[in-house]
C-alpha cells in the first residue's frame, strides 16, 4: 500500500529583490507503508525543503503529491494539522526535547492532541514506549541529566508514541558517537518494524544510509538511485574536488 506518492514535485521560494529560486524541479518518490528509505544530499542539496514538503509542512509549488491516495495540496490547514500530527513522527539530529520538563512528560506531549483513550492513559501509554526503548528507569529524568544516545531515545519514543505510519528521521545520529549512532538506527529500525511504520531517513553518512533497503541522493532538485551509498558518497564529485581528485572534466562550477 502507497502511502506517500510524489510525481514531478517542485518547490519554488519567493526572495525579495531577486528571482524566484527552484530548489525542488522534479521529484517523484513513492513509500509504502513498511518502507525502508534513506536519501543522501550535499548541503544546499534540497534535503531539508524535501522533508518538509513529506511531513505536511509545505506544499509543493507544481506536481502531484498524495497522502493515502488523497492529494494533500485539498487539504484544510486543520485537516493537514490532524493528520501530521496522527500518522507522521518527526526525529531531529538535535532532539528538541523541552528541557525543565522530565523524559516521560516529553514523551507525553504529543498524546495532549490525541483522543479517547490515548489522551486519557497518556502518562500510562508514554511510560510504556519509554521502556521500549530502555529508558523505563529514566521517567523523570530532565534532559541535562541524560546522555545523548539517551536523549535521542526520549525523541525516538516521542516521535512514535501515536503510532505513526510515517516516520521522518533527519540526520538522527548527527549529533553521536559512531558506536551510540548505531546502536540508536537499530533501535529505531526495530521499532518502526514492529509498529508497521515506514521510515525515511535524511542523512549525510553513508553507513547510515546503507541500513536503508532503498537508497536515493537528492542532486540537481532530484532524487535518482543508488545502488552502493558508501561507494556513492566514495565517488561524490564534490568531495573529489575537496581531495583534489576530481576529474579533469569536471564543470568549474561544481570545483568553486
Do not use: C
Request: aromatic letters at 4%; proline letters at 5%; a negative charge.
Amino acid at each position: 500500500m502507497t502511502l506517500l506518492h510524489l510525481e514531478g514535485v517542485t518547490r519554488t521560494v519567493r526572495l525579495i529583490d531577486a528571482p524566484p529560486l527552484t530548489i525542488l524541479s522534479g521529484v517523484d518518490l513513492d513509500v509504502a507503508v513498511g518502507d525502508r528509505v534513506s536519501i543522501v544530499g550535499r548541503s544546499g542539496s534540497g534535503k531539508s525543503t524535501l522533508l518538509n514538503l513529506l511531513g505536511l509542512l509545505d506544499n509543493p509549488t507544481t506536481g502531484v503529491m498524495l497522502f493515502d491516495d488523497r492529494p494533500v495540496q485539498s487539504f484544510s490547514s486543520s485537516h493537514r494539522d490532524r493528520v501530521r500530527g496522527r500518522d507522521v513522527g518527526f526525529i531531529f539530529q538535535q532532539f528538541n526535547l523541552l528541557q525543565g520538563r522530565t523524559a516521560l512528560e516529553n514523551v507525553m506531549t504529543p498524546l495532549l492532541y490525541a483522543e479517547g483513550r490515548a489522551f486519557w492513559q497518556r502518562s500510562r501509554i508514554a511510560a510504556e514506549m519509554l521502556d521500549r526503548v530502555g529508558l523505563g528507569h529514566r521517567l523523570t529524568a530532565l534532559p541535562d541529566k541524560l546522555s545523548g544516545g539517551e536523549q535521542q531515545r526520549v525523541a525516538i519514543a516521542r516521535a512514535l508514541v501515536r503510532s505513526p505510519r510515517l516516520i521522518l528521521a533527519d540526520e538522527p545520529t548527527g549529533a553521536l558517537d559512531l558506536e551510540t549512532g548505531a546502536a540508536v538506527m537499530t533501535l529505531l529500525d526495530e521499532v518502526a518494524t514492529d509498529s508497521g511504520a515506514a521510515l525515511v531517513t535524511i542523512t549525510h553518512d553513508p553507513n547510515i544510509a546503507a541500513t536503508a533497503t532503498r537508497h536515493l541522493r537528492l542532486d540537481g532538485g532530484g532524487l535518482r538511485p543508488v545502488h552502493d551509498p558508501v561507494r556513492d558518497r566514495a565517488h561524490d564529485p564534490a568531495l573529489d574536488a575537496v581531495r583534489g581528485t576530481a576529474p579533469a572534466t569536471m564543470p568549474d562550477a561544481m570545483l568553486a
